[in-house]
């Protein structure tokens, strides 16, 4: 029989990086050598290969561990349950999946960073450090609630999180220390952010309703709607969004679809129209019927249509921040997976979730839920990228 303990770890250091995560955790259980090895990796933050998303899920409300949560590795086609650090997972929503780390919003609509395999979790600053945010307190000081001064609207503390926060993204992996987090907010779809070490969100002043935001070659770029998208330089003092392709009058305002910015793995940056329609008002469905495709001519200010391939990739889309990647079977290329975002998934408790997969060549949509994932769940399922 094979001594394993005898693997030189320099080896193990070549190999373990190429692997998936659930097979790197299984290999330090192999012996203490082996267990030395991946620590050693976790600490080295070396560039892990291509990972495969997993679909994050709330465990079942019989389970034991309320504070645990599942998630399905499409490429193992098996499902994890990871117990997670409080507050409860069923009791937050999220709002964000970025760089490894899911971002999450508590009972007190209070934002943090949470990285499911570490177990590491980073507090946001404050919502009461947003200028239009203040709090409501009872006689004896305690917080009770939030005013949103913008519309005049009061909100319950747990209320805030479900109609402020729309989207959350990272323009790079926490663990390093030198990140910024965007928010896209309400009211009117505004854009905040803080750096690593910030104590309050910074507000960008503009017109513009923002839709997607990401991080590419440096800069924030935003979608807005009408198919405009505009680029913001968050280093200068200004922060004046400048307009990259101009809105298209023609192009409807339609409340059931929704875009998404997504940077290829040679650079090139993707524009997707997502199409839904209301299937049933009884049954609290929507129903994703289409996908449309542009590449983003950032030089001549247009958007070009991408009639039948993308490329051997896959897209992942939803609440998280874009992905696009070239991974071997079972994940098929040319087609976009795709998780519920729509804001009443937040808000209504029955809602049935739109998941599933759309191949942009023949146009169909398959499923992709595990069969223990429920249909309905709160918080609604989220692309997560897992890394050390």
Known sequence: MADWSNVPKDLLLKIF????????????AVCVSWSDAVRELRCSR??????????????????DNPSAARFY??????????PLPEPSIRERLCVGSSHGWLITADQTSELHLLNPITVAQINLPSVLTYDHIEPVRDERGRLTGYIEHTLEVDYKLDELRLHMYFKVILSSDPSRGDYTVVVIHNPYRRISFVRAGDSKWTTLTSNYRYVDAVFHRGQLYASAGQKCLVVLDLASPHRKPRVVVPADDQVPRLILAATYLVETPWGDLLYVWRCRILISHVGKVIHTHNFVV????????????VERSFGDIALFLGC????????????????????DDFILSRTVADWRHDIGVFNYEDRSISGILPSEAPL???PPPIWFMPKF
């Not at 590795?73 to 990871?82: A, M, N, P, R």
Request: charged share 20%.
């Open 46 to 63: 070396l560039q892990l290969g291509n990972q495969s998303p997993w679909l994050m899920f709330s465990a079942d409300e019989g389970e």
């Open 294 to 305: 542009y590449k983003v001519d950032v030089e001549g200010g247009r958007l070009v249509p």
């Open 320 to 339: 998280n921040n874009s992905l696009s990647l070239a991974l071997p079977e079972p994940i098929r290329t040319n087609c976009i997976y795709f998780t």
């Open 376 to 378: 309905i769940s709160w």
């Open 17 to 28: 990086p190429m692997s998936e995560i659930p097979d790197i955790l299984r290999s330090a």
């Open 73 to 82: 590795s499409l490429s193992e086609q098996k499902t994890y349950t990871i």
